[in-house]
């Protein structure tokens, strides 16, 4: 089944102890995304990747890292999470249309309480 | 840059009825208008999208219009079911296409009363 996978779904952390958000795709998608939801916010972006070892700030990248080792693979790390960091997280990914947007898959979400 | 506003935030219809939800977009460079539907406790999905080379795209009760010259897109839901109950998010291309970056609206909660 062609899907978008996150770990933990839910965690509750304190400030300041680093954490790894883990997402995981396996349909061989270039883009890849992460993204938090706030009530009244809607979706923003926080870094992107377009490939392998390309990662690009989104619109709120603050206190957060990212790496792309592996097509898969797209992990996002807070280094020292703070409380308003307290969000909904999504990953999401798709495919390259050459020059052209395409949908983009989500995962199932993760609920981040930072007390 | 890009900015997507969506309208109304919440809409409450009766079961039967339509659904209508609007969005403006800022950018005139735009060329692509996805709608997202999310249910309770998952992530959005996509469920209807229209490039800027058409005006109207349909699939089956669902359908999207865009009027480039005003900068709105539109979702329209008809005979609408419970379980067309869930937040609906529009969205617009932004940017440098190859990076397949998207603006969101920030949400429309959709409830349909049965």
Not at chain 1, 27 to 53: A, K, T
Not at chain 1, 57 to 64: F, H, L, M, N
Not at chain 2, 86 to 106: D, E, I, P, Q, T
């Amino acid at each position: 089944e062609a899907q978008v996978t996150q770990n933990p779904r839910y965690l509750i952390t304190v400030t300041g102890k680093k954490l790894t958000v883990t997402c995981s795709q396996n349909m061989n998608h270039e883009y890849m995304s992460w993204y938090r939801q706030d009530p009244g916010l809607g979706l923003r972006q926080i870094y992107y990747s377009m490939n392998v070892e390309v990662t690009d700030k989104g619109d709120v990248p603050e206190g957060y890292k990212v790496s792309r080792k592996e097509k898969r693979n797209f992990p996002l790390i807070l280094e020292s999470p703070s409380p308003n960091q307290t969000s909904l997280y999504f990953c999401a990914s798709s495919a390259k249309l050459a020059g052209e947007h395409n949908e983009q898959f989500f995962g199932p979400g993760t609920r981040l309480t930072v007390l | 840059g890009e900015n997507v506003e969506q309208h109304p935030s919440t809409l409450s219809v009766q079961e039967g009825d339509s659904a209508v939800i609007k969005c403006t977009y800022s950018d005139s460079a735009s060329n692509y208008f996805p709608w997202y539907k999310q249910e309770l406790g998952k992530g959005p999905q996509l469920i209807i999208d229209i490039r800027s080379n058409v005006g109207e795209k349909k699939d089956q009760r669902i359908a999207v219009t865009l009027n480039k010259t005003a900068k709105h897109f539109s979702l329209h839901i008809t005979e609408t079911q419970p379980e067309d109950s869930a937040v609906y998010f529009c969205a617009a291309s932004r940017g440098n296409y190859g990076n397949n970056r998207l603006a969101f609206g920030k949400g429309n909660q959709v409830v349909v009363i049965p």
